[in-house]
């Protein structure tokens, strides 16, 4: 699967929105764009993903760059348990097999009160 | 129900030891896996399970055993493990078995501590 570069960390304040960025400027038409979070002492959590178009669910928003090679994950309203580390993964969709997701080191989200 | 649940949430064993870890969804999901992750990094794959059979091993060492019983129970036996080997251990599933667009829930981890 192809690269992705996310900033480290973040600041965010809460009830604000957050915009994480995503750079996967290697990205082949085949790579879905793909978002994780992962919260303190838990395991990660699937928050969205998207091929092509902008997606929205009742967690987050996704855009996506109109030559792909870069995405943003939103969150519309940040609250304190926003708080976590956000993974962007690629994962591509003509393999044949169950296949792993492939972490980055993430972005630490921290939310301000 | 989309819930993934590991046992036990903590572990702590001496490296003569031998002891399971134990995984279990009922979303009929046909693809289980392993990751590994230490502190302050991300999760890393152990193992992959499609249809109940082993697909992927990331070049695991041999003290690290998976093992699935069926298509709801994913079990991994450790034995004469190293201090190194202390970690987080996610299990997570996922219902499709190919393509990209697959989502895996994961399990909140069991801890393991190796003395």
């Known amino acids: 699967d192809a690269k992705t570069t996310q900033p480290n960390s973040m600041e965010s304040n809460e009830e604000e929105p957050v915009h994480l960025p995503c750079n996967h400027s290697?990205?082949?038409?085949?790579?879905?764009i793909h978002w994780y979070r992962q919260l303190p002492s838990q395991g990660p959590e699937y928050v969205i993903h998207g091929l092509t178009s902008n997606v929205n669910n009742r967690m987050a928003s996704l855009a996506i760059a109109e030559d792909r090679k870069s995405s943003t994950l939103i969150l519309h309203r940040a609250t304190l348990r926003d708080a976590a580390v956000y993974y962007c993964i690629l994962r591509d969709k003509s393999s044949g097999s169950a296949r792993q997701l492939t972490f980055g080191s993430g972005t630490q989200l921290t939310v301000l009160p | 129900d989309t819930e993934v649940t590991q046992t036990p949430k903590h572990l702590v064993m001496g490296m003569t030891n031998k002891k399971s870890l134990k995984c279990e969804q009922h979303m009929g999901h046909r693809a289980m896996y392993w990751y590994k992750q230490k502190a302050k990094k991300p999760p890393e794959l152990m193992f992959v399970?499609?249809?109940?059979?082993?697909?992927i091993n990331e070049s695991v060492p041999s003290r690290f055993s998976p093992e699935c019983p069926n298509s709801s129970l994913l079990n991994l036996h450790l034995h004469a493990l190293q201090p190194e080997d202390s970690a987080l251990y996610l299990c997570?599933?996922?219902?499709?078995?190919?393509?990209?667009?697959?989502?895996?829930?994961f399990g909140p981890g069991t801890r393991l501590t190796v003395l």
């Open positions: 290697t990205i082949s038409g085949t790579d879905y």
């Open positions: 399970y499609s249809y109940e059979k082993l697909s």
């Open positions: 997570a599933s996922s219902s499709r078995t190919s393509g990209g667009s697959d989502t895996q829930y």
